[in-house]
């Protein structure tokens, strides 16, 4: 039973730490010094030394808040990315992504890191997943929950929104091809955008049903935290209302070995 409770936690997480890799590519210099980090990731022989140096070099280039914070949030992924199987890359997760929050970031990276450093609380200890898991849930839930607290304010739909669609054949029998053909590439873009912020958002709160699920539940935990963080009693009951009814009540964690 352990191990298969272990391997959930673990498909949950890779599952989530999957989404990170979604944004739209950057063009800018900045952009894509970041991309070729991203490319070094090469599990635990990631070269992290190396990217550690060269986001530090980028860091002294690129001065600009919104810049470091890109920087910031780049590394929390890298070290995410790479499943945090080294002692202390779950703290780094953490920490660079708490710095990446304390800049002004696009919403996209915001909730991505979130999302991060709430997964680096159950990944304390990669020798011992489970522990990791009993020990960090509360502090990840709590992590989960500010992100979508500040997910509210992003306007993002209840539903995935659906791509729209475009008549060809029509639009090149119009004069006006290129006036068409230019706004739908607007409408692309704004219906990507609008579905990774969907995206990070579900990611956030299928993370805090999925811990919320598992043995030993801890429904007053969760009705605690969200009480706390999210305040509107309404968000507080939708948020619940996800939450099996069997998974509501209150489990003593399992004594240490």
């Given at each position: 039973m352990r191990s298969r409770?272990?391997?959930?936690i673990a498909l949950a997480l890779s599952s989530t730490l999957?989404?990170?890799?979604?944004?739209?590519?950057?063009?800018?210099?900045?952009?894509?010094?970041?991309?070729?980090l991203d490319h070094l990731r090469r599990g635990v022989n990631t070269p992290f030394e190396a990217i550690e140096t060269e986001c530090q070099q980028l860091l002294e280039q690129f001065p600009g808040a919104?810049?470091?914070?890109?920087?910031?949030?780049?590394?929390?992924?890298?070290?995410?990315?790479?499943?945090?199987?080294?002692?202390?890359d779950a703290q780094r997760v953490i920490d660079y992504a708490q710095k990446a929050l304390q800049k002004p970031l696009d919403p996209l990276l915001r909730l991505r890191s979130y999302t991060y450093w709430g997964n680096a609380h159950v990944r304390?200890?990669?020798?011992?997943?489970?522990?990791?898991?009993f020990e960090g849930r509360a502090a990840a839930g709590a992590v989960y929950l500010k992100g979508l607290k500040e997910a509210q304010q992003y306007n993002?739909?209840?539903?995935?929104p659906e791509r729209p669609a475009f008549d060809l054949?029509?639009?090149?029998?119009?004069?006006?091809?290129?006036?068409?053909?230019?706004?739908?590439?607007?409408?692309?873009?704004?219906?990507?955008?609008?579905?990774?912020?969907?995206?990070?958002?579900s990611a956030l709160?299928?993370?805090?049903?999925?811990?919320?699920?598992?043995?030993?539940y801890a429904g007053s935990e969760l009705r605690r935290l969200a009480t706390e963080i999210l305040?509107?009693?309404a968000d507080v009951e939708k948020l619940m209302k996800l939450i099996p009814p069997h998974a509501l009540k209150d489990e003593a964690p399992p004594k240490p070995k």
């Open positions: 409770i272990a391997y959930g999957a989404a990170g890799v979604c944004l739209a590519q950057d063009e800018s210099e900045l952009g894509k010094r970041l991309a070729a919104e810049d470091q914070g890109r920087i910031y949030a780049q590394l929390a992924h890298i070290y995410a990315q790479t499943g945090m199987r080294r002692p202390g304390s200890d990669p020798s011992d997943v489970m522990r990791s898991f993002i739909p209840e539903v995935a054949l029509e639009a090149l029998r119009s004069p006006d091809f290129e006036r068409l053909r230019d706004a739908h590439y607007r409408e692309v873009k704004r219906y990507q955008y609008e579905r990774d912020l969907h995206m990070y958002r709160q299928g993370q805090l049903v999925f811990f919320y699920t598992r043995h030993p305040g509107d009693a």
